[in-house]
Structures are given as structure tokens and as C-alpha cells.
T-cell receptor
Framework: DSGVTQTPKHLITATGQRVTLRCSPR?????VYWYQQSLDQGLQFLIQ???????AKGNILERFSAQQFPDLHSELNLSSLELGDSALYFC????????????FGDGTRLSIL | AQKVTQAQTEISVVEKEDVTLDCVYE???????LFWYKQPPSGELVFLIR??????QNEISGRYSWNFQKSTSSFNFTITASQVVDSAVYFC?????????????FGTGTLLAVQP
């Protein structure tokens, strides 16, 4: 058990819809990261938050947004969903910056029908 | 630009064989970290090891060992006396140190299948 909690584990929805993925980091961790894992793109970094502030953006679509709340949990919002958004979305957390190991949640598997 | 290459897409071995998973990285940073993660069939990503660019000592943890060589930009992972439970996808990853972010750059992964 990594200590990172992601909900829901599975999500099935239709094109054009909007979903919210939730992540609770390990106790004490200030950094939260979101990654997308798909067959064609592999594991790709989406976005990072540190203590409530956005720290870095990766290959995140404009239809996607995220935030980190004062209690440090984070949400990833995906809107106007397309078939190609079907993927496994991981949240990870680390104590801070400087290369500390990132510990991953079990992921949310998103299926777009 | 940073890049991680895992040239071995899939490896199949018989239980008790030793197996080495290769990882080659590219970075312009002088200080960086390298990682190995395991993704079993259940799907979660499990942290295995972190190595910083200043420490080239090899590391051994039970049946697992890691060989870091800056001269060849490689960070290889060896499993000794493999077991069926080692079957998984293994990812090598890279991050810089001291920058605005320590996002992980992942390789494409190596699928290891250990046959009984």
C-alpha cells in the first residue's frame, strides 16, 4: 500500500462528458503529480502541484484541468471527453522536490464509450 | 531534452534464471535521479529504487541488483533467480534535481514474463 488513494478505480462514460478524478496524497507529502498511461503514449506526465500551487505542466490537454486543495488532496477534471482519452490515470505524491521518490496510487481506469 | 530508452520490449525467462533489464538515459543535467518502478498485472506502480547521479555504487536488495554507469548513461536492473511473482512491466525513469519540477520521464517499459 503506497498510501496514495485514488477514486474511483474505474470510470465508464461517453464522449462529450466530463469527469473528475480524485487523489489523496500520502500523509505529509506536499507534491502531487498526475500521469496518464495509454498504449500509444506510454506513461506521460500531465501536471504537478506543490502545496496548493501549480508547479509544472506537461502534455496536458486544454480540456483537462487540475487543482490541489488546502488539505492537499487533488482533483483532475477531464471535459469534452474523446475516445482517445481512454487511459489509466495515475496520481503520485512525494514529500517535496529534489528527487524524492514518487509514490503512486492504484490509478483510475477511464473508459470512454 | 531528457529521454529514457528501454530497448527490450519483452523478455521471457524460465523460473530461477537470472535476467537483466536495460535502461539507457539522456540528460544535459549534471545532477539527476534515476528510478525503477514495477507494474504487476494488477496495474499499480510500485517504487523499487532511486539512485542519484553522484552515487555510482551498485546496490543489491535481496534478489534485485542495480548497476549504474555514468560513462555509458546506463542504469540496468538484474533479477537473480527469477520467480513467477517477478512477472510485471518494469519502468526506468529519470528526473532532474533542483529544477522547478521533478516530473518523471519514463521509458517505454519492459514486460518480463517468468514461466514456471
Amino acid at each position: 500500500d503506497s498510501g496514495v488513494t485514488q477514486t474511483p478505480k474505474h470510470l465508464i462514460t461517453a464522449t462529450g462528458q466530463r469527469v473528475t478524478l480524485r487523489c489523496s496524497p500520502r500523509s505529509g507529502d506536499l507534491s502531487v503529480y498526475w500521469y496518464q498511461q495509454s498504449l500509444d503514449q506510454g506513461l506521460q506526465f500531465l501536471i504537478q502541484y506543490y502545496n496548493g500551487e501549480e508547479r509544472a505542466k506537461g502534455n496536458i490537454l486544454e480540456r483537462f484541468s487540475a487543482q490541489q486543495f488546502p488539505d492537499l488532496h487533488s482533483e483532475l477534471n477531464l471535459s469534452s471527453l474523446e475516445l482517445g482519452d481512454s487511459a489509466l490515470y495515475f496520481c503520485a505524491s512525494s514529500a517535496g522536490q529534489g528527487g524524492q521518490p514518487q509514490h503512486f496510487g492504484d490509478g483510475t481506469r477511464l473508459s470512454i464509450l | 531534452a531528457q529521454k529514457v530508452t528501454q530497448a527490450q520490449t519483452e523478455i521471457s525467462v524460465v523460473e530461477k534464471e537470472d535476467v537483466t533489464l536495460d535502461c539507457v538515459y539522456e540528460t544535459r543535467d549534471t545532477t539527476y535521479y534515476l528510478f525503477w518502478y514495477k507494474q504487476p498485472p494488477s496495474g499499480e506502480l510500485v517504487f523499487l529504487i532511486r539512485r542519484n547521479s553522484f552515487d555510482e555504487q551498485n546496490e543489491i536488495s535481496g534478489r534485485y541488483s542495480w548497476n549504474f554507469q555514468k560513462s555509458t548513461s546506463s542504469f540496468n536492473f538484474t533479477i537473480t533467480a527469477s520467480q513467477v511473482v517477478d512477472s510485471a512491466v518494469y519502468f526506468c525513469a529519470l528526473t532532474n534535481y533542483g529544477g522547478a519540477t521533478n516530473k518523471l520521464i519514463f521509458g517505454t517499459g519492459t514486460l518480463l514474463a517468468v514461466q514456471p
